[in-house]
């Protein structure tokens, strides 16, 4: 799922929004990251209608003008929490792996080679 | 109000979608956009423009999801429509040539008398048109012949003469000494070859004339062909989303009229194909030249079936596209579906 589509299903979660709702709540969402155009959003809403994991709430007219409402369906909200399961899963994994990294510091102050200087010393000194 | 300006721009932007796709969301995008725009835009952003119109190309060249056998459908729609727009671009080309000139008067101006004559036109299925006579005359010399060809316009070519000695095929019967004489000559895209076999007592003289190639032929053939790549996928995709719509029972039939469809025009499509490679190995050669449409024309052009076999598959694949369009054609009587909405397009 790329992330585009990620933030659109995340910003449908909560309540049904229209284009123009959904392009600013990805924008807040993602902390001015990623700003959708109308091109890409109308795109993704398309393609995530035929996969069945959003669907039109409703349509108001709004001065004379047409506004589709689209929301979650029950696949696409278990569609996100399946990608929000695996995002979770790799980000905790990423950081693990952060942290077997041999850094400069192991504590403020200490770096890695005094403190395996230090500990050979220990093991080198008088019985 | 400046909003109505923007409108307008933003609805001629959107006719870079599918009418389907506009029929859906135009209405609902025009919002979107007009509630995006800063207040007083009159026109949208250079960058916005671009956007759009490359996002609606884009909805062209997709296929409805899920469905391997759309994609096998695209692809070979694609190469299909290559394949006959090289063809449609090489016979274009052929209607510029000069045309043949009368070949009745041009054999008498070689063999110079009113010899008996036969003629015939030729076409193969990997050539123009040709167009060979003959003639009988023991006493036939180049000399007048070149003289009233250039009289004509022609401009000739060194004479080549050669020498040989035919077998009698009777033992004690000596050979027979004969002379070939060959020269060719071309005028304003026309082309032309002479070539005589003489003997003591016998003299046949042959008579080419093609038309040239006069540029036009190979960009002729690129364009065709490109033309015909770039249409093939979106009109597939089209096909394919009016297919889903339409009730099941029609929907199957008219997807398999097209697989048929598809299947009678792919062997036609593989003779064109063919030709468009000889047409560019054989530019410029001193014969008829290569083209793309002759595959139609009657002749052995694989070895087997009939002479008529491409032209007759693609008679048969002709007519059971256009049978598959009318049937994705909307039925006048059906009821006014819900998402059609008066909207944009």
């Not at chain 2, 048929?260 to 063919?274: D, E, Q, T």
């Not at chain 2, 009657?298 to 598959?313: D, I, K, Q, R, V």
């Amino acid at each position: 799922m790329q992330e585009p589509t990620f933030l659109i299903l995340t910003a449908l979660a909560a309540q049904p929004l229209h284009g123009y709702g959904v392009i600013q709540s990805v924008t807040t969402l993602s902390d001015g990251d990623v700003n959708l155009r109308a091109g890409t959003l109308y795109g993704a809403l398309d393609r995530l209608t035929e996969q069945g994991l959003i669907e039109i709430d409703r349509e108001e007219a709004v001065d004379g003008r047409l506004r589709r409402y689209y929301r979650l369906s029950d696949s696409g909200a278990g569609a996100l929490s399946a990608q929000v399961d695996r995002l979770r899963r790799n980000a905790a994994a990423a950081e693990a792996q952060l942290r077997h990294r041999p850094t400069g510091e192991i504590l403020p102050g200490l770096t890695f080679e005094e403190l395996r200087a230090g500990l050979r010393g220990l093991q080198g000194g008088p019985a | 109000m400046s909003d109505a300006s923007l409108e307008r721009h933003y609805r001629r932007l959107l006719l870079a979608y599918p009418r389907r796709y506009r029929r859906h969301h135009g209405t609902d995008m025009v919002t979107t956009l007009l509630e995006m725009a800063e207040p007083g835009q009159t026109r949208p952003a250079r960058a916005d423009v671009r956007h759009l119109f490359a996002s609606g190309v884009r909805q062209r060249f997709r296929l409805p999801a899920g469905r391997p056998l759309t994609w096998a459908a695209a692809v070979l729609t694609t190469l299909i429509l290559g394949a006959f727009g090289a063809a449609t671009g090489s016979w274009l080309a052929t209607r510029t040539f000069t045309t043949l000139p009368d070949q009745t008067a041009l054999l008498h101006q070689v063999t110079g008398t009113d010899t008996e004559t036969s003629q015939l036109r030729d076409t193969t299925p990997w050539t123009g048109e040709a167009a060979y006579g003959s003639a009988q005359n023991p006493n036939w010399t180049a000399e007048p012949a070149r003289q009233a060809l250039t009289a004509a316009g022609w401009h000739l070519s060194p004479v080549t003469t050669r020498h040989s000695t035919t077998a009698s095929g009777y033992p004690g019967q000596p050979a027979t000494p004969g002379t070939e004489i060959r020269f060719d000559a071309h005028r304003d895209g026309l082309a032309l070859t002479v070539d005589a076999h003489l003997s003591p007592q016998h003299g046949t003289v042959h008579l080419s004339t093609w038309a040239q190639d006069n540029g036009t032929l190979l960009p002729a053939i690129v364009l065709g062909t490109l033309t015909g790549l770039l249409l093939g996928w979106p009109i597939t995709a089209a096909a394919a989303y009016r297919i889903r719509h339409l009730p099941t029972t029609r929907a199957r039939s008219t997807a398999a009229l097209s697989a048929l469809a598809i299947a009678a025009l792919a062997l036609p499509a593989v003779a064109f194909a063919g030709n468009v490679i000889r047409a560019f190995r054989h530019a410029g050669q001193p014969w008829p030249p290569s083209t793309v449409h002759s595959a139609l024309t009657s002749g052995a052009y694989y070895p087997f079936g009939p002479t008529w076999l491409n032209l007759g598959l693609t008679l048969l694949g002709l007519t059971l596209t256009a049978t598959t369009l009318a049937g994705l054609l909307p039925r006048p009587t059906a009821a006014p579906q819900p998402d059609q909405i008066p909207t944009v397009g």
